[in-house]
């Protein structure tokens, strides 16, 4: 599996000229106690970042720090993903997983622009769970979903135009570097989980001089130039996981999955308990939810699966007030950082396209399937698109579970000596949400030393 996704990896282009770094960085920041905080060591600071390279315009991003507990020789910058606010409140909570990095350096992070959280202005748009619509079926239907999403979009672009259209991981990049040169470093380290890792990716390619270490944990891979090449892998990496399911489950489940899929192609099932219906995509989505915590809870899927085949599709609700799938924020990053379809057309081209590598998982993910139709429209063109990793960094690490390991594995493939740490279980985001201790000693480590884990680690 591994050797034939090596081949998969994209070549990295050429070193860029240096982006301009965000203009508001320079002198000491003015650190006092976190609003809110307590007793808490966490510490605060307002940093002024321009709102783009082309705008006189400044907004004020709040600063968090952990101090160094020993002589500081550095900062580490970090993102924990979302990928909305309250990355503040989000090291609060968990300051012991930086307790060895931080014997020689502060720990940093910031709450991103845009998003409700400390950093302001903050954009009015509806951040909770937004549901995934069904693919439309003609052209007409697509434009009827992309008036919608201009629509929604509008609503909250009204907020703050410029901010708006500058929402994506690029800004936030920028924003990292203006940090960076707020706390007076040449080099920065930073470590983007999850979606924080989409930051890291930006924050290479825009500063590639200015980097020292990357780490990224759990994160899709934004560093590619065919994006539909990208997507098949994936979803051929998700129907390795159902095929796990398969394995464990009583005999016969892939042919009872296979006919419940298309019963509900034919005819959504019920729901009665919660008030819904559910079609095959709907179900493939949400059964693959089901799978992502691991064996110790797929009975409940076979559960699902058996009393859907008698015509009640309840278990597979992902909630009792919000059954449907779907995503929270809005997209408002997501839809500047990725691509998205032109017409109907295209989309179900590409949906076919997965539906015949993953028959079992099909379309049913994200980046296929709720980032496109509800990006479609949207009021903002993308700003971000992906692009391969610059040549010149230096070694990077990442790590991954049976989720993410082979898309973080392809990011830091592209970078000459990068290594990727596998852990062969279920989950996500290691090294904060999961707090492998394997992960952050060899994460600590390569932070503060520069030192990489040997090829082919795994951790338990």
Known sequence: MLTSLMALVVLASPLPAQASPASGAGGDLEWSACPGTGTSELQCADLPVALSPESDRKITLKVAR????????????VNFGGPQGHQIATMRSRPAIFDKIRASMDVVTWDPRGYPGLSGPVLRCDWGLLRTPAFPADQAGFDRLAAANRARGDRCRDTDPELFDHMDSASDARDADAVRRALGEDRMNFIGLSYGGTIAQSYARLFPRTVRTIYIDGTRNHSVRDWGRELDVQARENERLIERFFDWAPPGMRKRWRALIATADREPIPAPSVNARFDGTQIQALGFLKLRPGPARWDELVAAVTAAEGGDASGFALSDREPYPGLPGGGVKECLDFPRPAGQAELARTVRRLRAVAPDTGAAFPLAWHLPVTCAGWPAPVANPP??????????????????????????????????????????????????????????????????????????
């Open 387 to 460: 692009a391969p990793m610059p040549r010149g960094l230096p070694p990077i690490l990442g790590a991954g579970t049976w989720l993410d390991f082979e898309s973080t594995r392809r990011v830091a493939g592209q970078i000459p000596g990068s290594r990727t740490i596998e852990f062969d279980g279920p989950g996500h985001n290691l090294f904060a949400a999961m707090a492998n201790p394997c992960v952050i000693d060899h994460v600590s480590r390569y932070v503060t030393t520069r030192r990489l884990p040997a090829r082919g680690t795994v951790c338990p």
């Open 66 to 77: 952990l101090p160094a507990t020993g002589k500081r020789k550095g900062a580490v910058l």
